[in-house]
């Protein structure tokens, strides 16, 4: 057999694994997006979105699951927030002052894909031993700092990588004009990666308001929406953990209503990605 009918086969195979593994990943994804539409749209309607839950949130009949919404959104918001005010700065720091010191910064790297890789479940249980060494109960705030350090290190490899792609010229050509490394940081760079930047913040956004095994011990759960933030608080991911095991169908019907509201929520969380990068790429400067 000749080396052109080798590689012709190998090509041939190549191209059938790849269009099984694309058509099996997107008939999982199809599956598990009917699934939530069929059971989660019938389960929608206006008492559901604007009420607490009623008579408890594992056996009240009525009510909705409008805690669930607004302590995901206080969760979510408030430890982007606090992510972003830490990440932006490091990753400008890696790729501005620390141009020169590719060991240490590849070093960082290193270490922020292992904190990355690290299952939040980790970061549910360490943020509990901390509550527990500091004598602190389930609340909103436990729940905004371990979500916080989760995802952190998804914030901060999302920018540097965007930074990355900034033309090294630009870095010269603004020392050689004067300015300083932080005028060049936040002026240069963060202009050219502005769209990356956005949608490092959407990436952690979505993850925050997607998870629950990181606030599983650290948020408690109530039926009531928190008024300050040492109390406990419903997020839409616990929401569905607990009341799909109510033996209750109305308790059911709304964790599908929250499994349906939560895919909603991160599809537009990815169309808006999708639009801050198409609407700020074409200011990039290219050499």
């Known amino acids: 057999m000749t080396d052109r009918r080798i590689r012709i086969i190998e ?29 989660g749209l019938p389960a929608i309607s206006w008492e559901m979105l604007s009420q607490t839950p009623r008579g408890g949130f594992y056996f009240g009949k009525e009510g909705g699951i409008l805690n669930a919404i607004v302590g995901s959104a206080y969760l979510a918001g408030g430890s ?24 240490l ?21 360490f943020g509990f031993a901390v509550m527990v060494f500091l004598g602190l109960r389930t609340s909103l705030l436990a729940g905004i700092i371990t979500v916080t350090f989760f995802i ?10 965007l930074f990355k792609t900034v033309p090294r010229g630009l870095l010269e050509a603004s020392f050689s004009l004067g300015a300083t490394r932080s005028e060049t ?8 990666g502005l769209s990356g930047v956005v949608t490092a913040i959407l990436l952690a956004f979505g993850r925050a308001i997607g998870d629950a095994a990181s606030v599983l011990f650290t948020t408690g759960y109530t039926d ?27 308790v059911q019907q709304r964790a599908y209503a929250s499994a349906f509201i939560l895919t909603c929520i991160i599809l537009i969380i990815s169309v808006l990605a999708r639009i801050f990068e198409r609407r700020y790429h074409k200011n990039r400067i290219r050499f």
């Open 152 to 161: 952190i290190p998804i914030m901060i490899r999302a920018m540097d990588e």
């Open 185 to 192: 940081a936040y002026r240069i760079f963060l202009r050219q």
């Open 80 to 103: 982007t927030l606090l992510a972003l005010v830490v990440s932006l700065p490091v990753a400008l720091y890696m790729n501005v002052h620390l141009v020169k010191r590719v060991k």
């Open 11 to 39: 090509e041939g195979f190549a191209r059938v694994l790849m269009f099984l593994s694309t058509s099996t990943i997107v008939l999982v994804l199809l599956l598990i997006v009917i699934s939530i539409l069929v059971r």
């Open 224 to 250: 009531h929406i928190p008024s300050s933030l040492g109390q406990p608080t419903a997020t839409l991911p616990l929401a569905i953990f607990f009341q799909l095991s109510s033996p209750i169908q109305e």
């Open 105 to 125: 910064v590849n070093t960082i790297r290193f270490l922020l894909d292992l904190l990355w890789g690290i299952p939040s479940i980790v970061y549910g249980a």
